[in-house]
């Protein structure tokens, strides 16, 4: 490895990346979707798409819908559920997956759910941890997101972490009214480290018909447009609690990493800009080590948590 990339080492959750740059979830399938257009093992890692039960065929057409800003959409979490993603998908990441780590995305309609599926996918070789999506629909509480109920999140989280040894990563949503008390709640039930942020809610309308552009109406909005939202989540939550945290939202340059890592996180998820450009995580990774040679870096976890802020 060149003394370049070899800057680029981050440590996270007891786990060495061998550089920060991830595929967010939903955003890269289970990873052999993407084989053929970009090198895998060369990116910090790939978090999967998410993992439920039972499968989910998710939201009606159309699912995705791009605008100025990034894109939104309401794809509905769907997934072949957790039979074959054992028995398809993770034997795959576990063969291509040498040097990239692998953190499967984990949603459910019941605390129990989070519990199955991480219970079952605990000794699944090549599985590095978990991210735990609390901003799914709780059933048993009329609909309300997992992570807007601390109470529920603390036993959620709790429950989990007495499922697994891996690490978890909990996921929280831009909408929460205090996000980094919220992530507090996380780790002191046990959660290794944060993921901040998931999707904005919106709604773009389709003038000439009078209807959302998106089948299920509503959808997350995604890309360049919640860059500096993510970077305040990420700042907020890092100031609160003492474990990793991972910054997604409109990443597409390197400088957009280093605006997270500055703000203190230590690896940062790629999502729309890796869809609209499969090849574009690969080219992050040597624009960050060019980064890091031009302004004299020797290592990019020495760049964690060094925002300056106004006095």
């Not at 499922?163 to 046990?190: E, Y």
Request: aromatic residues 4%.
């Amino acid at each position: 490895m060149s003394p370049v990339l070899a800057s680029l080492r981050v440590e996270a959750a007891g786990i060495e990346f061998q550089n920060p740059v991830l595929l967010a979830s939903g955003t890269a399938g289970y990873g052999r979707e993407l084989a053929d257009v970009m090198d895998l093992d060369a990116l910090g890692g790939l978090v999967t798409k998410a993992v439920s039960v039972e499968p989910r065929a998710g939201a009606p057409a159309p699912r995705v819908a791009e605008f100025g800003g990034g894109m939104i959409n309401a794809v509905g979490l769907a997934n072949p559920g957790l039979d074959a993603v054992r028995r398809e998908h993770l034997p795959w990441l576990a063969a291509h997956m040498g040097r990239a780590r692998v953190l499967v995305n984990v949603i459910g309609s019941t605390i129990e759910d989070f519990v199955a599926v991480t219970t079952a996918l605990d000794a699944e070789p090549g599985v590095s941890a978990f991210e735990l999506n609390v901003s799914c629909p709780n059933v048993r509480c009329g609909g309300t997101e997992f992570g807007a109920d601390r109470t529920v999140l603390a036993d959620l989280v709790g429950r989990v972490r007495r499922a697994t040894q891996r690490p978890l990563f909990v996921k929280l949503s831009p909408m929460l009214p205090d996000i980094a008390a919220t992530a507090r709640v996380a780790v002191d039930a046990g959660a290794d480290g944060i993921t901040v942020v998931n999707t904005l809610p919106g709604l773009l309308i389709d003038v000439e018909r009078r209807r959302p552009v998106l089948g299920y109406g509503s959808g997350g909005v995604s890309g360049p447009a919640i860059l500096p939202v993510g970077v305040l989540a990420t700042w907020k939550v890092t100031r609160a609690v003492p474990v990793p945290v991972v910054g997604v939202g409109g990443i597409a340059t390197a400088e957009d990493i280093v605006q997270y890592m500055l703000a203190g996180a230590t690896l940062v998820g790629v999502g729309t800009a890796a869809m609209q450009d499969p090849r574009l995580p690969g080219r992050l990774v040597h624009a960050l080590g060019a980064w890091c040679a031009e302004h004299g870096v020797q290592s990019l976890a020495d760049v964690v948590g060094r925002l300056e802020w106004p006095s």
